[in-house]
């Protein structure tokens, strides 16, 4: 047993398994919400765009801000929650994500809409690395395995549930309710979760601010020039600058913390192989699910005809294998090892991802229930195991920034997955519907070889030409789906890689 576990079982509140429970299912609902709001606003663009006439720019920051400034930020706030008591910190990003949620009510200017979706990103980064902690801090240690894999499941099925109530609400009730229900949820959890146990440091440290700026900076330029590839392409001077710009920030950062008698975050935490391997795996587990289910949305609405409801519902397959391979996830780290474990389950993720890839134009759902449900079994067994490595290897002290490291690495993997994704995919499409446009007036050349959607809606003005177009535009898209998950398999076989680079020390 380490250090940190012996100090972890002293510091476990005595919690009847009633309290413990009502506790995980509280907290996961929290975690829930703040990934489920990615898809929600996603889906919901189609409806607020056409309404607000807002342009393609600033739909993109719409959806982008959020997951920008939930990045920065939420080492900082896992780092509020050690110092100032986490449950706290969990109330306060509760308040800030509903009243960020309700204001556009009031107007839909599109730079108050990307406000408003900036300040929701503030009130995740302060839920998310205060749900982990809590239920860590909830259970001892021989009990904790079964709670994190809950966590993990909801947080990876977090935005398949988005896509569904998403499509619910637009069923029946304009876009903003996209904002209000969320708001709603919020405002009821603040109040729940005033019966949840609360934890911090025992022995209050200065709070690091500059390490909070330089990990804030260093986080958001990485994660900013990965969200702007997707337009501009990984060429583009500002996606090279800001890209490298975050990797010399992350540099001066390690640098600057460890020569800090009261760090933000240790990194000598990376040089744990066990944590060095958790982080690594998250990271890849998300670029995998993340673009994925971008291209996926678009294939099950443009290519295959599903409404935004069914298209969020006919991917129920993930949670047939997610959820019981997240129940077991600790039990057969326990008895294989993390490593064989971790290797194991990144191997099914590629298998998952190259079937979801393979799939065509005219494929069948038996195709797409299986590759959901070989999917969501990598990310069953890796997900519960990877973010136990990070959280062991930590002291009780330092919950929360061990989770805001986890929740961080979430939000790179999946900006880095819909990025490369949706760049691979857009440069493969443009590529193939080239031969199909050459004959088209040169407006709906530009619009139905800029993506499916366009030529979808081109080919509505073609008369009997039309069908063609349609054909040859789906294709298109299938050959840039398998290019662009190609590509994410890729990056997971890299961190498989670099997990068994990962050397215990000595």
Request: aromatic letters at 6%; proline letters at 5%; one cysteine or more.
């Amino acid at each position: 047993m380490t250090a940190g576990s012996q100090l972890d079982t002293a510091a476990t509140p005595p919690l009847s398994p009633a309290r413990r429970a009502w506790t995980v299912g509280l907290m996961c609902s929290a975690v829930g919400l703040v990934i489920a709001m990615v898809t929600i606003v996603n889906t919901a663009l189609p409806a607020l765009a056409a309404e607000t006439s807002v342009s393609q720019a600033q739909q993109t920051w719409i959806v982008d801000v959020y997951t920008l400034v939930l990045a920065a930020l939420v080492l900082p706030a896992g780092a509020l929650g050690d110092r100032y008591g986490r449950r706290g910190v969990l109330v306060i990003g509760l308040v800030v994500f509903a009243l960020s949620c309700v204001a556009p009510l009031f107007t839909a200017s599109p730079v108050w809409l990307i406000s408003a979706r900036a300040v929701t990103g503030l009130g995740s980064a302060m839920i998310m690395p205060a749900t982990l902690s809590i239920i860590n801090a909830s259970f001892p240690p021989e009990r904790r395995g079964r709670a994190i894999g809950i966590w993990a499941a909801v947080a990876g099925l977090g935005g398949l549930g988005g896509l569904i109530i998403a499509g619910l609400l637009l069923q029946h009730f304009s876009w903003h309710s996209v904002f209000v229900g969320p708001a709603v949820l919020a405002v009821l959890m603040a109040a729940a979760c005033y019966t949840v146990p609360t934890s911090r440091e025992r022995v209050p440290r200065r709070f690091d601010v500059v390490g909070a700026l330089l990990s804030a900076l260093a986080i958001g330029s990485l994660v900013f020039g990965i969200l702007r590839a997707a337009d501009l392409g990984w060429s583009s001077a500002v996606v090279l600058g800001t890209i490298i710009a975050g990797l010399v920030l992350g540099a001066v950062f390690a640098w600057f913390e460890s020569r800090q008698a009261a760090p933000l975050l240790d990194v000598r935490l990376f040089t744990n192989h066990a944590f060095a391997t958790g982080a690594v795996s998250v990271t890849v587990q998300f670029t995998a699910a993340f673009g994925s289910l971008f291209a996926l949305a678009q294939y099950l609405q443009l290519v295959q005809g599903y409404p935004p409801l069914k298209s969020g519902l006919v991917l129920w397959p993930i949670a047939v294998s997610l959820f019981p391979l997240s129940m077991a996830s600790a039990h057969l780290t326990r008895r294989f090892g993390l490593r064989t474990v971790t290797w194991t389950g990144l191997l099914i993720v590629i298998a998952g991802v190259l079937l979801l890839g393979a799939l065509g134009a005219h494929s069948h759902y038996p195709e797409l229930a299986i590759a959901a449900c070989v999917l969501g079994g990598g990310l069953g067994l890796t997900a519960p195991a990877a973010t136990s490595a990070i959280l062991d290897n930590v002291p009780p002290d330092k919950y929360g920034v061990a989770s805001a490291v986890n929740d961080a690495t979430r939000e790179i993997g999946a900006a880095l997955g819909i990025a490369l994704a949706g760049s691979v995919l857009s440069a493969t499409y443009t590529s193939s519907i080239a031969t199909a446009t050459a004959a088209l007036p040169l407006a709906a050349k530009e619009i139905a070889g800029g993506s499916l959607a366009g030529a979808l809606a081109v080919a509505q003005q073609s008369g009997p030409a039309g069908g063609q177009l349609v054909e040859a535009a789906r294709v298109a898209f299938t050959d840039g789906m398998w290019n662009g998950l190609l590509a994410l398999a890729g990056i997971v076989a890299v961190g498989i890689v670099a997990v068994a680079c990962i050397r215990r020390r000595a």
